[in-house]
């Protein structure tokens, strides 16, 4: 029996935290998962009033069983540095190599093309490596500020996280029913990770014969991501491409009010990870009932499956479903209904 | 009076490039450009017949008014190493900063998006820094091929050129109706490259009070392309990210058969770069005459625009926008014209 650490987080992270704190009551009741919750108080007005402090980010992992991660941003941070610092500090840190993020379409009008005609067509995930590229923050500054000014940023690939990553994308492709993985790199224009990429994809692809392999450069999945989002199953990429090529995903089943994440640690059963919303805090809807809880609720779906709680995930799962194939949704899908009335409806399905 | 450096490349490059040597006789008869052209041989069969050799690239900036650059790539040849060292070596060693990269709408049904009601809706133009960034080739490896395999790859940015693309992409949004240039960077992880851009960006403004300037991380701009195309005008990014932004644009307006591209260095007066269609060589389609010659006939016409031939590149985008308005298209238009009918029909019309 374990306790999750909740961070609420900034502007709409609050009032979507509480809608998955509801649901999790209910599932609580259902079926006895047996997990606490505690609340973390880390958000922009926690970093403003202590200033720019260290956080004991191991002793989270030792502590909690999972992080409930509410979206954090605030305009009076630049860059969103307090974001960085917890998002960032826990991938790594806790070496949360694995990003896992799903796209599913369940409504054809959520899809803004034309040419997909089947839910069935969007239904993909994309597998990001989470710790390292340029993300380790690695580089430097020559001449700052002044003529002769060069910044040099340099991307981190090591054989060790990229397996793990890997390994991660093999498995759920073999996992679902189309068995197909796509590599996206940039190999053509980064003769240094573009190998360790390529190389290590073809080693693994040998113990996954099952898995259909295939590869593309990340321009050209940017397109096909419109062009043919029917083409894709599983899609593993390293930090940066991943980022970009899932935000973009999420755009082809609702946007980021629909698009969850789940960062892992593969090898470790004692911490089963961060779950988090992709979308950020919205400072400009916060408290103003327009918010999607459905984001944070599904990555909330995607820890209680992450811990093997199966049958409490199938039951958010159909519950989430049931949901997007209604009518009582927020403003981003369409809908006039509140956070707290989509809350309800969830809590209500399951 | 100079001498047009035509490059037909592999795959359907040569076939395409064809049309635009029609188009360009028939603008020679109209206009009087006096421009004269010169085929260079440089393709996969000549690397692969004279191996991996230097190009005097230098030589070509001297010798030539510009290049008219056919797609470049084949199966034959790993991460077609001939098409970088040809097209990363113009951009490169011409220091062709510039990268313009149009996406404009000419017919509702070429847009995927079921939100978008109106061509006006997707005018914008990717402008690319195209000479550095990852594209530098700085990196290294350690422990190559063995477990503790470390990849680094470094992104190299100066303000030199960062500055002339943001110059470039300031005296673009000037010049168009409604005034707006967006940097697209990833400030908020790259912490070298971040700081620089913003930097030069916000300097540079000062001096464009007309210039409505915002900003996106990449991930949002992303979604955003989707989400609502219409917010865009100019876009101005690193090399990395406008590689990855203006693929994914083109397919707002008909896909790669309808992408253009210009490369050039803002202060050359004697070279007006290097012109080529985004799209690759194609194999799968090579002689079989589906190829789209719309891209590289467009490309040939922002040449025109570069050179200060105004009334000959109105010319060539009048007959673009009028074969791009009917239906006598190629397949990836949803028609059933070959790759030579489009082409006679863009002389006809000019
Ligand atoms: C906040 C930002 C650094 C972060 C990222 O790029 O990883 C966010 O965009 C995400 O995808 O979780
Ligand atoms: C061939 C490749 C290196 C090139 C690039 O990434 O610049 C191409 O994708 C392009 O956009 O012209």
């Known amino acids: ?26 599932v609580e009741d259902a079926f006895g998962t047996g997990l606490k919750t505690e ?5 922009a007005d926690w970093f403003l009033e202590h ?3 260290e956080i004991d980010i191991p002793a989270i992992g030792r502590t909690y069983g999972a992080v409930l991660l509410g ?17 960032g500090g826990l991938r790594q840190q806790l070496e949360l190599s694995v990003n896992l993020r799903p796209v599913r379409l369940r409504t054809l009008a959520h899809c ?3 040419h997909v005609r089947d839910v069935g067509d969007v239904d993909l995930v994309v597998v990001r490596e989470n710790t390292e590229d340029v993300y380790v923050g690695v580089g430097g500054t020559v001449r700052g500020g002044r003529p002769g000014h060069v910044a040099m940023e340099v991307g981190v690939h090591t054989r060790w996280a990229v397996d793990r990553a890997l390994e991660a994308a093999f498995e759920l492709a073999r996992s679902r029913p189309r068995h197909r993985l796509t590599l996206v790199d940039k190999s053509n224009a980064m003769p240094s990770a573009g190998p360790l990429w390529q190389s ?16 593309l450069y990340v321009d050209a999945a940017a397109m096909e991501l419109i062009r043919n989002p029917a083409r894709f199953d599983v899609v593993v990429a390293s930090n940066l ?7 973009e995903a999420s755009m082809l089943a609702g946007g980021l009010g629909v698009a969850p994440s789940a960062s892992y640690d593969p090898e470790d059963t004692s911490f089963f990870g961060v779950f988090e919303a992709v979308h950020g805090s919205a400072p400009d809807i916060a408290g103003t009932g327009r918010a999607n809880p459905l984001a944070s609720v599904m990555s909330y779906s995607l ?9 409490a995930h199938r039951a958010v799962e159909r519950a989430v479903d049931e949901v997007l194939r209604g009518d009582l949704l927020t403003p981003d899908l369409g809908g006039t209904a509140r956070t707290d009335e989509v809350g309800d409806l969830i809590c209500r399905a399951i």
């Open 1 to 26: 029996m374990s306790t999750l650490a909740v961070i609420p987080g900034d502007g709409i992270g609050p009032e979507v935290m509480a809608e998955v704190l509801k649901v999790h009551a209910v």
């Open 39 to 43: 609340v973390l108080p880390y958000s």
């Open 51 to 53: 200033g720019d402090v």
């Open 71 to 87: 979206a954090l941003g605030d305009p009076r941070i630049p860059d969103n540095r307090h974001a960085i610092r917890i998002i």
């Open 112 to 114: 803004p093309l034309k």
């Open 200 to 215: 290590r994809f073809r080693a693994l692809a040998a113990s996954y014969p099952d898995v259909a392999c295939d590869h």
């Open 241 to 247: 491409f991943g980022d970009i090529l899932s935000d």
């Open 303 to 311: 820890m209680l499956d992450r811990m093997g709680l199966r049958a």
